[in-house]
């Protein structure tokens, strides 16, 4: 359903027909509106069910090149815009932005569906949202409604380790509590797009550049990536003394996959290698050659084969 809070002037038809195919959730306690979009059978059992959280500063578009492909072995697949993101609503001091929220987000779309578990696939900003959700499988925190569980997981090129991230100039200064706010009023095409293209390390096409930018102006949002990017705080909060710790007990026995393009910029591929040999040494590492941090749409052939190997071999 098209949400009339969404400005259309000059949105390319992909990203039209992206929002039309999708729905509009109102979540608690803020009544924020959460874009949605799912994919197949809604019957499905977990084992056949795909869940997918996208990166910063993308939306579930960001895996338009991948659903078909990925249709081939999964057939229920549920993708969300998070809050601050794509089509969803995106709020200012009054959200905080943290990956705790964020969490409950996506299990309240979750919920509204009807799913009980399934295999959750992760990218970027989307990583910390998962180990939020893995350190809840851990201690036992998922909602009941969630009973078939959570049937794997699966990383590509996230910040999962903060030290070892080689984030851009743009991120520090957006997090910068005097600067950040002059930088997002400052925000336009041209930073952008050297932003991407400085982060991603490869070749991109310009096309999927403007896209992520036509997502991120809707309702302003390039002028509220100070709050957005705040999420990288809480990394700095619980990543050593919650996620990586749950990471690693989850990984001992639940599928984990470590799916990781080489050319990335941010999160370098070092940091894949350092998650597989202190982490969690039990999980499948797969190394794209030549893909960079947007991998999924840098290099969508090469993704794709090496995300449903990890499914069908895992």
Same mark, same amino acid.
């Given at each position: 359903?098209?949400?009339?809070r969404t400005n259309e002037a000059g949105l390319y038809p992909e990203l039209i027909s992206w929002r039309d195919s999708g729905d509009f959730?109102?979540?608690?306690?803020?009544?924020?509106?959460?874009?949605?979009?799912?994919?197949?059978?809604?019957?499905?059992?977990?084992?056949?069910?795909?869940?997918?959280?996208?990166?910063?500063?993308?939306?579930?578009?960001?895996?338009?090149?991948?659903?078909?492909?990925?249709?081939?072995?999964?057939?229920?697949?549920?993708?969300?815009?998070?809050p601050g993101y794509g089509f969803s609503d995106k709020p200012g001091n009054e959200y905080s932005y943290s990956l705790v929220p964020q969490?409950?987000?996506?299990?309240?779309?979750?919920?509204?569906?009807?799913?009980?578990?399934?295999?959750? *696939?992760?990218?970027?900003?989307?990583? /910390?949202? %998962?180990?939020?959700?893995? #350190?809840?499988? +851990?201690?036992?925190?998922?909602? @009941?409604?969630?009973?078939?569980?959570?049937?794997?997981?699966?990383?590509?090129?996230?910040?999962?380790?903060?030290?070892?991230?080689?984030?851009?100039?743009?991120?520090?200064?957006?997090?910068?509590?005097?600067?950040?706010?002059?930088?997002?009023?400052?925000?336009?095409?041209?930073?952008?797009?050297?932003?991407?293209?400085?982060?991603?390390?490869?070749?991109?096409d310009e096309r999927d550049i403007e896209l992520l930018w036509q997502n991120c102006i809707q309702q302003n949002g390039h002028r509220k990536?100070?709050?957005?990017?705040?999420?990288?705080?809480?990394?700095?909060?619980?990543?050593?003394?919650?996620?990586?710790?749950?990471?690693? *007990?989850?990984?001992?026995?639940?599928? /984990?996959? %470590?799916?990781?393009?080489? #050319?990335?910029? +941010?999160?370098?591929?070092?940091? @894949?290698?350092?998650?597989?040999?202190?982490?969690?040494?039990?999980?499948?590492?797969?190394?794209?050659?030549?893909?960079?941090?947007?991998?999924?749409?840098?290099?969508?052939?090469?993704?794709?084969?090496?995300?449903?190997?990890?499914?069908?071999?895992?």
């Open positions: 359903m098209a949400n009339d959730l109102e979540t608690k306690p803020l009544g924020l509106n959460v874009f949605y979009k799912e994919v197949g059978n809604r019957h499905a059992t977990a084992e056949n069910t795909l869940l997918l959280i996208h990166g910063f500063p993308e939306s579930s578009f960001s895996f338009n090149k991948v659903i078909d492909g990925l249709s081939q072995r999964f057939a229920r697949i549920v993708l969300l815009d998070l969490a409950d987000a996506a299990l309240a779309v979750w919920q509204h569906l009807g799913i009980r578990g399934g295999h959750i *696939l992760s990218h970027d900003m989307g990583t /910390s949202v %998962l180990t939020e959700i893995v #350190a809840r499988h +851990v201690n036992s925190q998922l909602p @009941a409604w969630f009973e078939d569980g959570v049937q794997s997981i699966t990383f590509t090129n996230g910040s999962m380790v903060l030290e070892l991230a080689e984030l851009r100039v743009m991120q520090r200064l957006l997090l910068n509590k005097r600067i950040g706010p002059i930088v997002s009023s400052l925000s336009r095409y041209s930073l952008f797009k050297k932003t991407i293209i400085s982060a991603h390390g490869a070749e991109i990536n100070h709050h957005i990017i705040r999420y990288l705080n809480d990394r700095r909060r619980y990543e050593q003394t919650r996620w990586l710790p749950a990471l690693k *007990l989850a990984s001992e026995s639940l599928p /984990s996959h %470590l799916c990781w393009g080489d #050319a990335d910029q +941010v999160a370098r591929v070092a940091m @894949a290698h350092y998650l597989k040999q202190s982490i969690c040494p039990n999980a499948t590492l797969t190394i794209m050659p030549g893909a960079g941090h947007f991998c999924q749409l840098g290099s969508p052939a090469l993704w794709l084969k090496s995300v449903l190997n990890f499914y069908e071999n895992g």
